[in-house]
């Protein structure tokens, strides 16, 4: 019988905002924020939105945004204001919201600059074989967020995982974000989340990037946010410390990622949700 149970290995972080644990199995954290900061303003309401609805349901958050999107499949997608900007943008909206700040880096030479705003540094799933970028990553001694990449088995991230604790690093925590199944498609297979678990590292559930129906317009990527909900649920169930979920006010006009965000007026009802299931494995 499989039980979900406190890790031996757990990830602390400790930050102005409040002490955050992954794999003790009495908590969780979530991950939640527009895909991108296309807006300043835009984040900055989202984020008092989310911070509202988690302080009222006791849930620790992690505000989630990224200051730039390097793998988006038309050159003429928006990519953010650029770095340096976007970076002061989310240094200041983590500050004035207080929380604690999660975003991506996708060279190098980003990692020394993010990790001073960053609280937890993220590894995109396509980038999770980079090894220069993850040991960059864990030198800086933040907790690292590796996407597991669609192209990976579950125990593939053992070696993975293994480059950061070469490095100096054993903060990590694991996501799962579907795997490729065909053209346009990604698939999640919930034993998956079991199997990295026992790898010893906490793991997290991208419930929205699950599901993405990759380049299914030519020009940018699908989804079926309509899914979002359902894949929180079943994974809640399995048994997960942290869920990842990008919100956004208005989806069908977010300039990212629209299509697989969950409506921010959905927020609420989800996480009750998700709370409840969560305290099954108590009883």
């Known amino acids: 019988m499989t039980e979900f149970k406190p890790l031996s290995k757990q990830v602390t972080m400790k930050t102005p905002y409040g002490e955050f644990t992954w794999g003790n199995a009495k908590s969780w954290v979530l991950f939640a924020g527009p895909d991108i900061i296309e807006d300043e303003g835009m984040v900055l309401e989202t984020g008092k939105e989310i911070q509202r609805v988690c302080k009222q349901l006791g849930i620790p958050w992690v505000l989630k945004c990224s ?88 125990w593939d991230m053992k070696a993975i995982a293994n480059k950061a604790v070469q490095a100096g690093n054993d903060k990590i925590l694991l996501c799962e974000r579907g795997t490729t199944f065909g053209y346009n498609r990604l698939i999640n297979d919930m034993t998956g989340l079991v199997e990295m678990r026992r790898l010893g590292y906490p793991v997290i559930m991208d419930c929205t990037h699950s599901t993405q129906l990759p380049g299914a317009t030519g020009e940018s990527s699908g989804g079926r946010a309509d899914m979002v909900w359902p894949l929180a649920r079943a994974a809640m169930a399995v048994g997960v410390d942290g869920i990842f979920v990008e919100t956004h006010p208005n989806p069908e006009k977010a300039l990212c990622d629209g299509p697989t965000s969950l409506p921010l007026k959905n927020l609420e009802k989800v996480l009750l949700n998700l709370q409840a299931i969560f305290k099954t494995h108590q009883n």
């Open 67 to 154: 200051f730039d999107k390097a793998n988006r499949q038309s050159s003429s997608s928006f990519r953010g204001p650029g770095m340096k900007k976007a970076l002061d943008q989310l240094n200041k909206i983590k500050t004035e919201i207080g929380a604690p700040l999660l975003t991506d880096v996708h060279e190098t030479w980003q990692v020394e600059e993010t990790a001073k705003v960053a609280d937890v540094i993220q590894i995109p799933a396509f980038l999770s074989r980079q090894t220069d970028l993850l040991v960059e990553a864990a030198k800086t001694g933040k907790v690292i967020h590796i996407k597991k990449g669609q192209f990976l088995a579950p």
